[in-house]
Structures are given as structure tokens and as C-alpha cells.
């Protein structure tokens, strides 16, 4: 019973401030004593990932570049290649945070850097980013067309574009005017905390339901 409610209160979110805040937990007693004290540092990491919200990010980076890539017709051929730079571009913005899922794809100085040089949710968050991946693209070519570095870039604009949902909101327009929330004009479950139940139960599954439609949409007939 006991093993049920701890299980139980890691996934409703009610053991995940003892384990951010490095709070003792209360003592376990039995046979799972040993497992559990094993398995804490990998549980409290799998919470920490799952706060930064990638998940959520990379399925909004899905719709957007899916979406564009039907709309414009590009070819089956550079679908993969496009999702694959969408799944790596919208994570990008979180560089300004370390142990994010974008300092694990970018270890090392790269993240370090960021985080030294700009504050969380400002530059990296912003419209001249979104402009400096574009460049970056074209730069390097990858064999992308123009329309499949719009989709690219437009998963990269979907991370602050959802950030905009959180009450600490963006600085969109770096690097002048203060960060942006919609929780200004849009009250309670419609902006909400990274991490925080809305997001996971309900928020998060949405964004996935759009991102299987734009995905399937075609094959299913139901072309945008």
C-alpha cells in the first residue's frame, strides 16, 4: 500500500517538491527501502526534464513545421530531415538554462556560455534568434529548401510562442521591451507554470493530438 501512494504522488506531482528542493523525503520502510533510495537521483532527474516542458515544446515544434511542410507541398523525401532540425530547433531557446533538454544536446561550452552572456527567456527566446537560425541555415545549406527552413525556424518560434502561456512570459522583442505573458489578459488554467498539472494533463496531450493530426492528417484524408 505504501509502495501504491508513493508511486501515486510522484506521478499527481505531490512528491516532486521534496525531491526539486533536495527536501528529505519520508523514510521508506520494507523490501522497496533499498530500491526507491537507488532510484531517487534517476526519478528526481526524469521530474526535472519532464519540468523544462521539452516534451510539450517538441510537440508544438512538430505541428508547426508539419503544417507548413503540407501546406507548401514539399516532398516526401525531406520530411524526416525537416522533423529531425525541428525536434533539435525548438529545444535551442532553453540553452539559457542549464540541465534543459537543449544543454544535453549542446553540452559543454555552448550552454555554459548562454547561460553566462544572456538571462533566461530573453535573447534566446526572441525574434532576432528565430532571424539568426535562419541565416545559420542558410549558411550551412543541409540541401534545405527555403520552405523547409521556414518549417525549421517555425519550430523554433513555437518554444517562446508557448513560453508566452507561462506567467514569467518572454522577452519577444530583445533586445528592447520588457517580457511578454498572456497571463496579463488570460486568466488561470489558460496561462499556467511550467510543469504544473495543466500543462501535463491537458495542455501537453492537446499539443500531441495536433501533432499526430499534422503528421497523419494527409494519409487519413484529412489534408490542411
Known sequence: MARAIFI??????????????????????????GFLNFMEPYIRIRLEVKGLLYPTHLAAGLVVSSIILQASGTSAQQWPGVLLLSGIACAIPDLDHHNSMASKMFPGPVSDIVCKVFSKRTAMHSLAAALLLHWVLQFLGFGLSETARIAVVGAFLSHPFIDLFNPEGVQLFWPVGPKISLAKWLPWPFTFRTGSRIETFFFRPAIWGLAAWALMGDRLGFRI
Open 8 to 33: 501515486l504522488r510522484i506521478l499527481t506531482g505531490r512528491e516532486t517538491g521534496r525531491l526539486r528542493n533536495n527536501l528529505p523525503a519520508k523514510p521508506r520502510r520494507g523490501r522497496m527501502r
